[in-house]
């Protein structure tokens, strides 16, 4: 019996676990390659920080635009039959991205990319969440998550090695081969799904996005979330470089080795926190208390890169990067709380947060600096920085302090946050 169980988590790793954490992995490079090839884009493209910022935020506004149908169809067709389609459309758009004549194929490729690389957490989390049981929920979801943020790795130091033997065109066109492997393995690889999970999903759920959307608690979630792990995303995949450079002065050696410790921050945080909230639940401290304990975090650390000379800057820019990681704690509660045949749905519309977050974040940060005259090409004064650091960590707390007032009674069909369901 114990021979065939091993067989059986072989089986589900290699087959079903695997090809989703390699599309989430390359959904991970795909978003923050951006911050290494910048400097290149900006010289060959002439970009200010503005333009920088929004066509980088493009991958954000395309992921963001499909989460809700994403959601629905995840829970109605199975994530394999979503993720082949959408890897296609990504590989598509890396192949624009890397021939584009001007920034508006750039754009272009970018919302592509965006789009295609839709499904590549949520599709991952529903697929857990069918195939293996719930006592290990949390800790595949910290795995999963820990190997797909293998790709912010990725998008660092070897990424400036790709580029040392290619420009930026050939290493897009790698990752559009990249996604055109993965897809094939989807087809390949993954087992049908159990009748059972197709027929729940597509005529027993009960919970619809207006039923969702009316639920306070969500909101409550869903803010504090998106705000604080869309900042932390924004600011890893584009401008914690740019703060290196223009207020910390690093050479690009230092700034790349930065991103890339900040990288394995994000990795190890994932795996991590799985563990981790697996262990604390004996204690009864679930997820929804360990997601604001993060968020505190987050803005200590926002408010020691102000204050510039209180840490070493990487300290600070450790604990951005694990904010990253509090997708394991905000889709740990969403798996305690709602039905498994809803999470598509209720996944995907805690994600629209979270990359609805990230592109405002993302957008907002380029025209704040944009308000500074530049100290040379692609380059701001740290007091734009500074002013900048100050409105995400007012943002935060406001939605911080939102989320801790005692809760009102709940519309839709969920358990209370801070009671999660055991069952």
């Known amino acids: 019996m114990e021979k065939s169980d091993r067989r059986k988590a072989v089986h589900l790793l290699c087959r079903v676990f695997l090809p989703f954490a390699l599309a989430y992995f390359l959904s991970y490079l795909l978003r923050n390659v951006n911050a290494v090839v910048a400097p290149r884009l900006v010289q060959d493209f002439q970009l200010d920080a503005a333009q920088l910022g929004s066509l980088t935020a493009l991958y954000f506004l395309g992921f963001a635009a499909v989460q809700m149908p994403l959601g629905a169809c995840l829970d109605r067709f199975g994530p394999v039959r979503v993720q082949v389609p959408l890897c296609l459309l990504a590989a598509l758009g890396a192949v624009i991205f890397s021939f584009a004549a001007s920034s508006w194929y750039l754009m272009a490729g970018r919302l592509l990319i965006g789009v295609g690389m839709a499904a590549g957490l949520v599709a991952g989390l529903k697929t857990i969440a069918i195939w293996f049981p719930k006592d290990q929920v949390a800790v595949m979801h910290g795995t999963f998550i820990a190997l797909g943020t293998l790709g912010a790795v990725a998008a660092t130091a070897p990424a400036e090695w790709v580029l040392a033997l290619v420009d930026w065109r050939g290493l897009f066109q790698s990752c559009a081969c990249a996604l055109l492997l993965v897809a094939l393995s989807f087809l390949l690889l993954v087992p049908a799904l159990p009748e059972r999970s197709l027929s729940r999903a597509a005529h027993v759920a009960t919970l619809s996005y207006g039923t969702l959307f009316k639920d306070p608690q969500l909101w409550r979630l869903a803010l504090l979330s998106g705000l604080s792990i869309g900042s932390a995303w924004a600011l890893q995949g584009l401008w914690a470089a ?28 994932a795996l991590g926190l799985g563990a981790a909230i697996s262990i604390l639940k004996r204690w009864g401290i679930g997820p929804a208390k360990i997601l604001p304990g993060m968020v505190f975090l987050l803005i200590g650390a926002e408010f020691l890169l102000t204050a510039r000379h209180l840490l070493p800057s990487i300290i600070p820019w450790c604990l951005v990067a694990f904010m990253s990681a509090g997708t394991v704690a905000t889709y740990s509660i969403t798996a305690d709380v709602f039905d498994r045949s809803t999470l598509g749905r209720v996944n995907g519309a805690i994600n629209l947060f979270h990359i609805g977050g990230a592109f405002l974040v993302q957008s907002a940060v380029g025209l704040i600096l944009s308000r500074w005259e530049p100290t040379a090409p692609g380059h701001y004064p740290a007091q734009a920085y500074t002013v900048m650091l100050v409105v995400l960590i007012a943002g935060q707390a406001a939605a911080l302090i939102w989320y801790l007032r005692p809760a009102k009674s709940s519309t839709a069909r969920v358990a209370p946050l801070a009671e999660p369901s055991r069952t």
């Open 242 to 269: 740019a703060w290196m450079s223009d207020v910390a002065g690093f050479d690009r050696a230092t700034l790349v080795t930065y991103l890339f410790v900040m990288s394995l921050t994000l990795s190890a945080g």
